[in-house]
């Protein structure tokens, strides 16, 4: 992120947010715009923008951040869902408000990282015109099956794709989501060829799934665990390097066929780019106080979802990261939003 230079003059010393983010008072001057000493950040509500509709991860993260963010520094956080275009409804609304840290994103792996290359009318670049704050929650794909699946585990599944070609077909909850792109990747890797059976959600999908209509679908582990556990599905790989505390005896595609095979539904918060150093700093620091919290890592994890501290260089690296690796995918695959 680049600011204009501050003479010297001008110059104030930067007063970073402790732990626990209590709202130190600071005197900045940034970009043109002075911040009185004692003018304390926040002090006026922050809307938090969902780009989805309720009920998914993002708006789980957001929801359980706003609270916490409340109840332990007293902070006013409104989440507001803005559902539409797949996430470009609700990032445009962040990117048209002012830069001042007032107005954020709950952005996920699609709208930030896939759909600038799998899409010809996004109209907007996330990567300059986002400022990455902090990573949430890093949720790892399950590979689920239903429960009278012929397939006991991945390398069956792989064996009947390569003598049937595009006789097998995998759910998603729509093109270009997390859980189609894995499927893509995983085809490709193999050179295996498998039917993509786009619906509008992941509840029609799992819905297809449960009852027989599609042969696999790669679902969040939050969706997927009540099936799991009622064995109604059954879990033959998960998406990430490592396997998931909560389905230990299941393997990693990594594991099993691509080594290098991760893919993710992952959530961060982000600014519009403009926004001061400073606030983005303090953000970091308050969620990061709040991800720390045993409560809400034990509630993040339950739903597979890594957490981790994270620094404001650490997750813009791994934005950077994740829109080449998507970038690589798309010009692979051909997949494209319409």
């Known amino acids: ?22 709202a130190a008072a600071c005197a900045w001057a940034l970009g043109g715009r002075a911040w009185a000493a004692g003018n304390a950040y926040p002090d006026k509500p922050v809307t938090l923008v969902v780009p989805y ?12 951040l706003a609270e916490r963010l409340g109840t332990e520094n007293k902070w006013t956080v409104i989440v507001e869902n803005r559902a539409g275009a797949s996430g470009a409804v609700g990032s445009r609304v962040v990117l048209r408000a002012p830069a001042d840290g007032y107005t954020l994103l709950l952005g996920q792996t699609g709208e930030i990282a896939v759909n600038q290359f799998a899409s010809r009318t996004l109209g907007y670049d996330p990567l300059k015109e ?8 890093d949720s790892p794909l399950v590979l689920a099956v239903p429960e009278k699946s012929p397939y006991a585990d991945l390398q069956a599944l792989l064996t009947a794709a390569r003598a049937k070609p ?11 989501t997390p859980g189609h792109l894995a499927a893509a ?10 039917v993509h059976a786009p619906y509008k959600g992941a509840g029609q999908a799992m819905s297809d799934l449960l009852g027989g209509h599609v042969d696999f679908f790669f679902s969040s582990a939050s969706a997927v665990m009540p099936h799991l556990n009622s064995g109604r599905l059954r879990a ?10 909560v389905l230990p005896k299941v393997p990693t595609v990594a594991e099993v066929v691509l080594p290098d095979f991760q893919f993710s539904l992952w959530g961060g ?16 620091a308050a969620l990061n106080a709040v991800l720390a919290e045993p409560s809400v890592k034990a509630r993040f994890e339950a739903d597979g979802a890594a957490v981790r501290p994270n620094t404001v260089a650490e997750f813009g690296q791994f934005v950077r990261d994740e829109a080449a690796k998507y970038q690589k995918l798309v010009q692979a695959t051909g997949i494209q939003v319409e």
């Open 53 to 64: 509709a309720p009920g998914g991860q993002g708006d789980v993260f957001a929801r359980v």
């Open 130 to 137: 986002f400022a990455p704050v902090i990573l949430v929650g």
């Open 185 to 194: 990747a995983l085809a490709l890797g193999t050179q295996t060829r498998m």
């Open 166 to 176: 595009d006789a097998l077909a995998y759910a998603s909850s729509g093109t270009a």
């Open 269 to 284: 918060v982000f600014a519009p780019a403009a926004t001061p150093g400073p606030v983005v700093e303090q953000l970091n």
């Open 236 to 245: 033959l790989a998960v998406s990430s390097r490592e396997r998931l505390k």
């Open 1 to 22: 992120m680049q600011h204009d230079p501050i003479d010297g003059q001008t110059r104030r010393t930067f007063i970073k947010a402790t732990a626990t983010a209590t």
